[in-house]
Each structure stands twice: as structure tokens, then as C-alpha cells.
């Protein structure tokens, strides 16, 4: 009898700290992702988004950086900033840029991709040809660029010169600077771009083709009514990614331009940068930035919308 | 009237893999014939060879007495129903449909009424603006015959169109499938690796195995009347047992050029005790396996000469390792030669 109480007491407490143990157990188990996701949230909330706030803040003041005093101007920035023709050439400018250089990249890569689609061998080395400048820093490209477009020794007016075309002056006229912009930008993007649309090309099924050449589709309605919508939700992602990326354009106009001639290649971020760290309107800098965050929030809207709608694997 | 006919077809992808070597075929007009075999025994090339998905690589293809060898594959007159139904996933089942009749030119209230018909048909009127991926495998299967019965081809090609859906709904399909080849009376070349489905809706079955037709018959005369140990054991289920009786005493029933015994697992009876006997080949063994089929229980029994099935109606199932004694009757033995060609005894 007294054994089986022994054996009884020596079970109830082996349970309880089996219970205290499981406790502190379940307690860790809760606080384990958090704790692994902690350092990258970290990271991305003082980096991302703290800053998206800041600025916020910092368009409502009028201060220079250095000086211990900020004044509060609420919205006169914004007034400032909408009445200044200066602001919207540039945002013409940037428009202009992102239009021309998605346009043209997004065309280009589709001609290529279609072209380069059966993989051969001399297809494979074009496509790491064209792939190439994708690596290239963006800094260096813009170096390069600086040199072959030279209007006096530069490589791009010697071989126009072979056709018989007189001098360009690819960055220091107007109205062909942020053509040459443009240009720079497809080179460096269209590669890339290729190779996503070539990936979504060749996974579109073998039999589809085939179906459509027994329903009399010639080239072209196979092309719209097959290739296309297959790989429309390929394009869409390139297009805002792109659209993204090109309103953010820096690099090139830092090393290339310097925002002129005459304002020709000014755009959003290179004005926040000349405000910002040039003429230390920080305020008015923040206020263009609140402007190019907008702008960029709808088209990540439009592209988180899109991706949840547009995609129709079978 | 369209008659296929194959005259010393070859199929080569390069020089080294030739696919088909010289296939000979006619394919009779309003037939339902299946080309059936293992995997790479060139059925579906060949089928694709009549849809001009495949090119000749050198031969004759000739439909309804024309030479098709260039013809374009719209051009020939034919609609294919794909293994994996290949149905556009950007269009609905309308546009599925359609896509064919749109780019023949064929007038929007033509296009209608033939739409209206083939949807009657195969019975998917409600699903008409979904988009396959909204569909079951059943119906995407009957999109798929309806986009082909739409164009009203002299020709219907299927390669494997039963082998994406599941047991019951293949079993529904079948007979679908043999109705309405019953009401278009058009030819229909089916391909498939299931010698059940062969059997089951074939007017004619074209037995294929490395590029090689092995027997071409009606079904019952190929189950009855094989001409070799590939067609033997290929068609029929559970295979047709088969032995090596070189070695086995002389027995003046047996053909003298036979090197190979089978017969069909259906045939081998029980027996109370042996009798020897010159029309009966008695066997004794262990019962190895039984598996239940409803009306119908296979065995597996391991007797001195080898492992051979039998299958019966009883209803009693008999145990495992239980010593049983069975016997064949000598009318239903096949024999084969060294080559593996039929011996047929005089």
C-alpha cells in the first residue's frame, strides 16, 4: 500500500515538471520565428521603412541639413514644389525616360527572345552575349558610355560617320541627351529581359503549337492568341519592374550629364540629390521624394493586383 | 471515304534513332483502330506521322488515294485529341472551341449553330465560358473532343486521351468514345498502351513493338489466333503463360519445330487427381499468390516447369501453399518457334 503511494507521489511530481518543462518549452516554440525573422526586420524597418516615414516628416520642414533648427512649413514645400516649372520638366523628364526605355526594352527583348528561342548553340552564346552588361556596374557602364559617346573621338560617331552621318552630340545637345539616356539604359536592361522572356517562352507546352497549326492558325493569330497571353503575366512583371526602376534612374545621370544640358536629363531622384546635398533644401528634397514614393506605391500596388489576377497556369 | 495507307514508311530523328523502318498499313475507312504497344514502339509517331505533326523520312503516307506526304497539317482534313488535351489555357471553352472555326473564316452564326451541336453532344452547354483550368480531367476531356468533333474532320487522331483521367471516368469515356465513332462513322486512329482499351473499342488493333507491326486483326482474332509470343502475351489479361519446353519429354502432340508452350491463364483448369491423358498437360504445384477480382480470382502457382496464372469463376478461394493439380487441354495450347512466330498445328 505504502509503496503504491511512493510510486503515486513520485509520478505526480515527475508530471508537474514534465508540465513546467513543456511550459517553457511552448514559450520558446512561440517566440522562435519571431526571434528568427528579428534581424531582418530589423534591418528592413530602420532602413525602409523609418526612412519612408522620415521623409514624410522632413516634407513639412524647412531646414538645411546642418543647422540644429528645423522650421515647420506644413504643406509649403508642396505648394512650392507645384508651382515650380522647374519640378515638373522634370518630372516630364522622368516619364519620358521610363516610357522610352520600357517601351523599347521590353519590345526589344520580346524580338530577341522569339528570335533566340530554339536553343542552339550559337543561340546560347548570343543570349549570354546580350546577358553581359546586365553584371556590369552601372557606374562603369556609365564610364564607358561617357567615352564612346565623346562627340569628338567617341566610337558611336565614327562608325555613324562610315554611313556618311555628320557629328552627334550624344550628351551635350538637348534635345538628344536623354536619348542617349535611353539608349544606355536598353542596352543594359534588354539582356536581361530577354532571358526572363525567353525562360517563359520555352515552358509554354510543345502541344499547344501543335493544336493551333491543326486549327488553321497562322503565324500571327498563334502569336496573339497563344504565345502572347502565355506570357503576358511574364511581361507585366517586367514592365513594372522596369517602370520601378527607371523613375529611380541616378547613376548615369551623376557621372554622364550632371541633370543638363540645360535641365534636358533631369529627373525625380537626380533633382532630390541636387537639393538634397547641393543646395541643402532638405525639405524641399524630402517633398519630391514623398512625390516619387507615391508614384512608385502605385505601380506596386498595381503589380501586387496583377499578380494575383493575371496568372492562369493550368 | 478515307482510307490511310502507309507504304514503306521510315521515321528517322537522325541517323543513329530510327524510330520506324518500313511500316506498311492500311487503315481501312469508318475503322476504330488502335495502334497499341509498349512505350517507343512508335505509335504515337506514327499517329503523328497522319496528323503531319511528324514528317516522312523517307515512304509514302496517302489519304483517300491523295499523297500527303507535303500536305500541311491543316490541310489534311483531320482533328487530333491530345494525351494532355492540350487546351488553350487563356481560353475559355467557347474560344476553345472556336479558335479552329475562327481561323477558317467560317461565319459567326455558322460557327453558332456548330458550337450549339457539338455541345449538345458532349454535354458541357453550362461550362461554355469557363477556362479549362476551372474544369474537371472529364470535362477538359470532352473540350478537347469537342474542339476536334467541331471541325467535322474525315480523320479523328487520339493519342492517349483516356490516360490523364481516372479508372471509372476512362471506363465512362470508352464507351462515350465507341458511341460516337458509332454515330460519326468516320475513321478514328486511337493510340494507347492499354491493351484493355484496345480490345475493348476496336474494330481494328494494330500491334506495335519497335517500330515493327507484330499482328494487325480485330480484336477477338488477335486474342484467339496470335500470331506471335508478343502478341500472345501482350494482349490478354493476365498474360498468357508461357514455357520453354525444349527440355521437356517428347510428346507427340506437340509440333516438332515448337520450342515455346503457351496458353491463357483463363483455359488452365482444376483438377481432382492426375490423369494422364494425350489431349490434356497436366501440371502440380504450390500455390504461390490469389488475387480477388470480384467475379473472377487469379493464382499464381510455382510447378516444376516454372511459374504459371490461372484464373477461375469459383467462388471458393483456395489457400495459400495449398498443392494443387491443373490441367490444360491440348486444343488450347499454343506453340512458337525459335523465332517466336506462331506454329500452327495441321
Redesign the interface.
Known sequence: MLKNETAISSMTNKTVSDVRKNAGHSVWKKIKPYAFVAPALSIFLIFSIYPAFRIIDLSLYQWNLVSPAKDFVGFQNYVNLFHDPEFFETLRNTILYTVLTVGLSLSLSLFLAIYLKNDTRVNRFLQRLIFSPYIVSLASISFLWLWLMNSDVGFLNYIISLFGIGKVDWLGNPHVALFSLVLISVWKTAGYNTLIVLASLQVI?K??Y?????????QW?TFR??TL??I?PTLFFITIVDIISSFKVFETIQIMTDGGPQNATNTLVFAIYEYGFKFYKIGYASSIGVVLLVIISIFTILYFRGLASKV??? | MSEIVFFHAKKAYDSKKTVIEDLNLVIPDGSFTVLVGPSGCGKSTTLRMIAGLESLSDGELVMDGRRMNEVAPEDRDIAMVFQNFALYPTMTVRENIEFGLVNKKIPREERQKLIADVVETVRLAEYLDKNPGELSGGQRQRVALARAMVKKPKVFLMDEPLSNLDARLRNEMRTELIELHKRLQTTFVYVTHDQTEAMSMATDIVLMSNGVIRQKDAPIKIYNDPNNIFAAQFIGTPAMNMFDIREWPQHNSIPEQARYMGFRPSRVHLAQEATASMDKMDFQGRILTHEFFGSEIIYRVETDNGILSFKTFHKDELPLDMEVQVYVEKRDCYFFDDKQNRVRCS
Open positions: 507546352p502541344h499547344l501543335e493544336a493551333a497549326a491543326l486549327d488553321h492558325a497562322n493569330r492568341k497563344i497571353p502565355m503576358s492562369h497556369y493550368q
